[in-house]
């Protein structure tokens, strides 16, 4: 099997685009034309282009920033690592460009315009990046890292960020910055589609992430003291061996998680008479096999005769009824007040497995007609006379207690 | 998807993302849950879900003295699983070296859990401790890997864990660790059960108070 190499993989693709991305980063910005068309797709798959207005796309400004920085080339009013700081580069440009523009430099006031341009395209980039950030971080709820801890750090971080970021959108003048670039088209246009209408979707988006991040942090907390209780409880359990709940299944209204009604096991059969299963259930008959099988039959050769018995005695294990019968009237004979044989069914699951309750009666009073005479218990019948059978009893409980002496 | 989840709900199956994804989610909307609801108020039965909506089961609408026997079997099976499933859980967060306890979803890899308890002694100790609880985790074969396989089996056959990859042998939790946390939560606070770090800090507190 290859192992593929994403890195040499990526740089291959920028390797056949080279061309298209090289035209854009010197022109500012490159028109879709049929020849770079598959370049152009490519790189805005790999999020190396952006749109810019009419029609053409420019490097986006993570990768205009590596350009830079490779190809060490001077920007104007470098900026920060922040958001706040590509604001205040493109108020400065704005300002700078209005200055020369008054004073009729017309190369400075070209270059500015670039690089106004540049400017606005790296703030709707830069908050399109960060909200993708935002986006990760909380779609994944910081899977990066383990603790609930370093989760809860993060998410404050987090939380600052998009906070720091919502309230620059909303306190910066974009209006200003617009008044500035009035009698401008190019810039006015990307001012306008780039950045100022776009900024009620960012801040939406923002809010929305802070919203997320302010539920996190609430959860986060909610899982510290779930992990707390489960530490707690498991101490106490360690340092009372011996502890068991009190009775909650008798109270009078037994909690919610009690309340759990009895599995019905649900079985079903297929109506033989329906004319519309008769190709099913043909087809089921054709995979059972039309033998069963061989049978190894040795017969004893005439005249010879077999001084070994060729059966061997197997005891069967004890069921699991037979089995729970004896211990309940083991307990039971021990008792003076008597045991409910319906209370032992039910605070004896695993001894009786899946035996049901009714069974289990019939099978304790079985054993007592059986061997009651010999035994050295009593027997209590809890019963009531049936409403409509004279003669009859229904029989509620069995209650199996130590013979009087 | 309806006669899917009444069937579950019937058998007295919990209901959740990990072990039913589509019943679950289908079970989400309120018209599903309320026609779900009508079909078991006609039997007796009523919709339930865990405190934080991880799972759904269904429980009696009234408990009257037939359904009170089923009640005391319901608490004979808390009696019986909370030791052994507490002792569990707080064996994954060593493993994990987590400060927080799994969540119905979470994922359990054997293969992580094994390595753990072979090569860390005090991990050991702690798996060899589930012979104490029980003979649903008494084994024959009392190596590291013959007590992990009894304990992981016996977790699933309670309904704790799913197997989700047998290659890989992953697990995860399911919703009925909810059900679970929602009892130990009640019986802290209902049996006096007081988290030991936190009355140290308040003790410490009226130490100082004194002084």
């Given at each position: 099997m290859s192992i593929v190499d994403p890195v040499a993989t990526l740089l291959a693709k920028l390797n056949t685009s080279s061309s298209t991305i090289a035209a854009a980063y010197y022109q500012g910005r490159v028109h879709k034309t049929d020849e770079n068309a598959r370049d152009i797709e490519r790189l805005r798959q790999l999020r190396l282009l952006s749109p810019d207005i009419r029609d053409a796309y420019q490097l986006r400004a993570s990768f205009r920033h590596f350009l830079n920085a490779a190809l060490n080339t001077e920007r104007l009013f470098s900026m920060g690592a922040n958001i706040g700081g590509y604001f205040q580069r493109l108020a400065n440009l704005v300002d700078e460009h209005s200055i020369a523009f008054q004073e009729g430099r017309d190369v400075d006031c070209e270059r500015y315009e670039v690089e106004t341009r540049e400017a606005i395209s790296d703030i709707a980039d830069a908050i399109d990046d960060e909200l993708i950030i935002l986006q990760a971080?909380?779609?994944?709820?910081?899977?990066?890292?383990?603790?609930?801890?370093?989760?809860?750090?993060?998410?404050?971080?987090?939380?600052?960020?998009?906070?720091?970021?919502?309230?620059?959108?909303?306190?910066?003048?974009?209006?200003?910055?617009?008044?500035?670039?009035?009698?401008?088209?190019?810039l006015a246009l990307s001012f306008k589609s780039l950045l100022s209408e776009r900024i009620p979707a960012f801040r939406e988006s923002l809010w929305s992430i802070l919203d997320l991040l302010n539920q996190y942090l609430f959860e986060f907390r909610k899982i510290e003291e779930r992990a707390k209780k489960v530490r707690a409880f498991a101490l106490h359990l360690n340092r009372n061996p011996d502890w068991e709940p009190k009775a909650w299944d008798e109270v009078t209204t037994p909690e919610d998680w009690l309340q759990c009604a009895t599995q019905i096991q649900i079985q079903s059969h297929p109506d033989v008479a329906a004319p519309e299963l008769e190709e099913l259930l043909a087809e089921i008959a054709r995979t059972i096999p039309s033998s069963a099988g061989e049978k190894n039959k040795t017969a004893r050769p005439a005249g010879h005769i077999e001084e070994e018995s060729g059966n061997e005695e197997i005891t069967p294990p004890e069921s699991p009824i037979r089995k729970a019968v004896r211990f309940y009237f083991k307990v039971a004979i021990k008792s003076d007040k008597g045991i409910s044989a319906r209370d032992w069914w039910a605070s004896n699951p695993v001894i009786l497995g899946g035996v049901k309750e009714e069974i289990w009666l019939l099978r304790v009073l079985a054993e007592h007609d059986n061997k009651g005479k010999t035994g050295k218990w009593a027997l209590r019948l809890a019963s009531t006379s049936h409403p409509d059978f004279d003669g009859n009893v229904l029989i509620n409980d069995v209650i199996v207690s130590r013979k009087p002496t | 998807m309806f006669d899917q989840v009444a069937t579950h709900l019937l058998e007295g199956k919990f209901i959740c993302e990990s072990t039913t994804p589509e019943a679950f989610r289908w079970l989400k909307s309120d018209e599903a849950k309320q026609e779900i609801s009508t079909y078991l108020g006609k039997i007796g039965r009523r919709l339930s879900k865990s405190p934080n909506d991880q799972a759904y089961y269904a429980t009696w609408t009234r408990v009257g003295s037939s359904e009170r026997t089923e009640v005391k079997r319901v608490f004979a099976g808390i009696k019986q699983t909370i030791r052994p499933l507490i002792h569990f859980i707080t064996l994954c967060m060593e493993v994990e070296k987590k400060d927080s306890s799994p969540v119905s979803g979470d994922r359990l890899e054997y293969a992580m859990l094994l390595?753990?308890?072979?090569?860390?002694?005090?991990?050991?100790?702690?798996?060899?401790?589930?012979?104490?609880?029980?003979?649903?985790?008494?084994?024959?074969?009392?190596?590291?890997?013959?007590?992990?396989?009894?304990?992981?089996?016996?977790?699933?056959?309670?309904?704790?864990?799913?197997?989700?990859?047998?290659?890989?042998?992953?697990?995860?939790?399911?919703?009925?660790?909810?059900?679970?946390?929602?009892?130990?939560?009640?019986?802290?606070?209902?049996?006096?059960?007081?988290?030991?770090?936190?009355?140290?800090?308040?003790?410490?507190?009226?130490?100082?108070?004194?002084?």
């Open positions: 971080q909380v779609a994944t709820r910081f899977a990066a890292v383990s603790t609930i801890a370093e989760k809860k750090r993060q998410n404050l971080h987090y939380q600052e960020r998009t906070q720091q970021l919502v309230n620059l959108l909303e306190s910066f003048h974009f209006s200003d910055i617009g008044d500035q670039l009035a009698g401008h088209e190019e | 390595k753990a308890v072979t090569e860390n002694a005090h991990l050991f100790e702690v798996l060899r401790e589930f012979g104490t609880m029980g003979k649903e985790f008494t084994v024959t074969d009392a190596s590291a890997k013959g007590m992990l396989d009894k304990v992981i089996k016996q977790m699933e056959q309670w309904g704790y864990l799913i197997l989700i990859n047998r290659e890989q042998e992953s697990y995860r939790f399911t919703g009925k660790l909810d059900y679970y946390y929602q009892v130990i939560e009640f019986l802290m606070e209902n049996e006096g059960i007081t988290d030991p770090s936190s009355q140290e800090q308040e003790d410490g507190t009226e130490q100082r108070r004194l002084i």
